[in-house]
């Protein structure tokens, strides 16, 4: 069983940057995937940015939605277990609750693929 915790949400005019931390804890001994969801207010959440988390080291590239390319950046730090997603460029369709959540095994871009979520951080994008 492995916990995650995300933090870093906040209020942020367009335009501007936020960097999300997701934290794992030291259970984490196999290689699992880590991804980023998020779920605005109306919508069904969907997925953000996903990357492969071996026990050592980061391996492969991240995948990102189309919706974020270019604009966000997801990184690992696995001797401190850190999953974090850097957002710049942000705009009010960021807006939403999101979420990290921990695959043992390979990525999957389904969310029922995911095991443990994290509680959530809020994320709101002012015009």
């Known amino acids: 069983q492995v916990q995650l915790l995300e933090s870093g949400g906040g209020s942020v005019q367009a335009g501007r940057s936020l960097r999300l931390s997701c934290t794992a804890s030291?259970?984490?001994?196999?290689?699992?995937?880590i991804a980023w969801f998020r779920q605005a207010s109306g919508k069904e959440r969907e997925i953000v940015a996903r990357i492969f988390n071996p026990r050592e080291d980061l391996r492969g590239a991240p995948i990102y939605a189309d919706f974020v390319k270019g604009r966000f950046t997801i990184s690992s730090d696995n001797d401190k277990n850190i999953v974090s997603l850097q957002m710049n460029f942000l705009t009010p369709e960021d807006t939403a609750m999101y979420y990290c959540?921990?695959?043992?095994?390979?990525?999957?871009?389904?969310?029922?693929?995911?095991?443990?979520w994290g509680q959530g951080t809020q994320v709101t994008v002012n015009s």
């Open positions: 030291r259970s984490v001994v196999t290689n699992v995937c």
């Open positions: 959540a921990l695959r043992p095994s390979f990525c999957s871009p389904r969310e029922d693929d995911y095991e443990n």
